[in-house]
Antibody, heavy 125, light 106 residues
Framework: QVQLVQSGAEVKKPGASVKVSCQTS????????VHWVRQAPGQGPEWMGW?????????????FQGRVTMTRDTMTRDTSIITVYLEVSRLRSDDTAVYYC?????????????WGQGTLVTVSS | IVLTQSPGTLSLSPGERATLSCRAS???????LAWYQQKPGQAPSLLIY???SRATGISDRFSGSGSGTEFTLTITRLEPEDFAVYYC?????????FGQGTKLEL
C-alpha cells in the first residue's frame, strides 16, 4: 500500500516562505519520483514539478522557477521511509491553495495513482 | 498544452448517462490523457489513463475514448456517488496540465 503523508496546514503573510513535507516509502514498482501539484480554490489542479528522491534531480514548471525548491531528506536512512519537501518563497495571495504530493502507478508515465492528503497553505496579511 | 473541458457544469439524475469532453490545444502523442474524479475535501482520484484504460478498481460504468485533440469520458447508469468534479490531464511532456474541470451535479 503506497502512502503519502503531508504536513499540516499553514498560514503565511505575503512575502514569507512556506515549506511543506511529504513522507512516503521506497517502492521499486512506482519509481523514484514525487510530483507536486497545487489547486487554488475553485480551480483545476496545477502541476508544479517533480523531484527524484534518490538523485535529488528536479524539474520545475517554468512558472515557478526561481520561487520553488524541491528537496529530499538527505540524512542517512536505515529505513525505506523518504521525506521530500516543497518550499515556496515570496508568497503572494494567489499562492493560496491546497498543495499535493503525488506518485505514479506501476506504469512509468506521469499520471497519478497515489496522492497525499493535501496541505492547505493560506497567504493573507 | 491547454486542456479545455466542457460543459462546465452538467446536471443529470441517477441512472442517466454523462458525457464529458476534454479538448487539447495540440495533438496528444500516444493519447497520453488521464481522467480524475474529485470529491469535496479530497485529492483527485485516477479513473482513466491512456485515454481509454481504466485504473485498477474502477467500475466499467466509466469509459474513456478519443484521440489526438478530442477526448471523452462517459459514465453510464449514474449513481449518487458519481456526482463530483472531473478533470482531464495530459502527460505527454512537461509541463503537465489539467483542464479546469466539469462539475457533475444532481
Amino acid at each position: 500500500q503506497v502512502q503519502l503523508v503531508q504536513s499540516g496546514a499553514e498560514v503565511k503573510k505575503p512575502g514569507a516562505s512556506v515549506k511543506v513535507s511529504c513522507q512516503t516509502s521506497e517502492n521499486i514498482l512506482i519509481g523514484q519520483y514525487v510530483h507536486w501539484v497545487r489547486q487554488a480554490p475553485g480551480q483545476g489542479p496545477e502541476w508544479m514539478g517533480w523531484i527524484n528522491f534518490n538523485s535529488g534531480a528536479t524539474d520545475y514548471a517554468q512558472k515557478f522557477q526561481g520561487r520553488v525548491t524541491m528537496t529530499r531528506d538527505t540524512m542517512t536512512r536505515d529505513t525505506s521511509i523518504i521525506t521530500v519537501y516543497l518550499e515556496v518563497s515570496r508568497l503572494r495571495s494567489d499562492d493560496t491553495a491546497v498543495y499535493y504530493c503525488a506518485r505514479r502507478s506501476e506504469i512509468p508515465l506521469a499520471f497519478y495513482q497515489h496522492w497525499g492528503q493535501g496541505t492547505l497553505v493560506t497567504v493573507s496579511s | 498544452i491547454v486542456l479545455t473541458q466542457s460543459p462546465g457544469t452538467l446536471s443529470l439524475s441517477p441512472g442517466e448517462r454523462a458525457t464529458l469532453s476534454c479538448r487539447a490545444s495540440q495533438s496528444l502523442s500516444s493519447n497520453y490523457l488521464a481522467w480524475y474524479q474529485q470529491k469535496p475535501g479530497q485529492a483527485p482520484s485516477l479513473l482513466i489513463y491512456g485515454a481509454s484504460s481504466r485504473a485498477t478498481g474502477i467500475s466499467d460504468r466509466f469509459s474513456g475514448s478519443g484521440s489526438g485533440t478530442e477526448f471523452t469520458l462517459t459514465i453510464t447508469r449514474l449513481e449518487p456517488e458519481d456526482f463530483a468534479v472531473y478533470y482531464c490531464q495530459h502527460y505527454t511532456a512537461t509541463p503537465y496540465t489539467f483542464g479546469q474541470g466539469t462539475k457533475l451535479e444532481l
